[in-house]
């Protein structure tokens, strides 16, 4: 097993659609991350989870919701997305012996499409 | 506001030739800096990352770092470009104590024959 993995690798979903996307990460890692990747912008960090405890929320819409049900796992759920919600959805873990010092292991990412 | 500057969005050089991918940072104080690699339909790897101490930082693939307070920059090199390292190079920062990675818009390398 690869240490960070999403599924599914690519999701086109209508703008009525409930859709979830999974991560999973088999590195021991207390910290878990969601980022947006659109084309020309900047990687945007919407969610970070610490011992399962959500630490940051980054002012992002409540179309997307966010679970961590244990350190290993985490998802985000999507309901009556938008097209500009298309992008690549990243997620990424570490270590927090030192909050900020770590550095970020990535999956490969889901390629979500908005109809 | 914080923010990282990557000014270079694509950059093209031919294999062999030496590389560098400008980044500079705006923070208050000195963050923790780091270079990612994308490469198509993949995730971001660590290439190298700086905390303290001797501020040129050598990383993985051949690359290195040099991180020049005075200029707020922490600038990537490679002395001589392989075709595999074709991809998108991403600067980072970080404070210590939050998760705030704030990433930069990302340099597109290709590379030619």
């Known amino acids: 097993e690869t240490g960070v993995t999403q599924t599914p690798r690519h999701l086109v979903m209508g703008m009525t659609n409930k859709k979830s996307l999974k991560c999973e990460q088999h590195l021991g890692h207390n910290a878990m991350y969601w980022y947006k990747q659109s084309a020309k912008k900047p990687l945007e960090l919407m969610f970070v989870?610490?011992?399962?405890?959500?630490?940051e929320n980054n002012s992002v819409p409540s179309r997307f919701s966010p679970e961590c049900p244990n350190s290993s796992h985490l998802f985000l759920h999507l309901h009556t997305l938008q097209p500009e919600d298309s992008a690549l959805y990243l997620c990424?873990?570490?270590?927090?012996?030192?909050?900020?010092?770590?550095?970020?292991?990535f999956g490969s990412g889901t390629q979500l499409s908005v109809l | 506001a914080q923010s990282v500057t990557q000014p270079d969005i694509h950059i093209t050089v031919s294999e062999g030739a030496s590389l560098e991918l400008r980044c500079n940072y705006s923070y208050g104080a000195t963050p923790y800096l780091f270079w990612y690699v994308q490469s198509p339909g993949q995730g971001l790897q660590l290439l190298l990352k700086y905390f303290s101490g001797d501020t040129l930082v050598q990383g993985i693939k051949g690359f290195e770092a040099e991180f020049k307070r005075s200029q707020s920059s922490f600038n990537l090199r490679k002395p001589s470009v392989h075709w595999s390292d074709a991809a998108e190079y991403f600067c980072?920062?970080?404070?210590?104590?939050?998760?705030?990675?704030?990433f930069g818009t990302g340099t597109r390398l290709k590379v030619l024959a």
């Open positions: 980072a920062v970080v404070l210590s104590g939050t998760y705030k990675y704030i």
């Open positions: 990424a873990s570490s270590q927090d012996g030192d909050p900020g010092g770590e550095k970020l292991f």
């Open positions: 989870y610490s011992l399962e405890e959500r630490v």
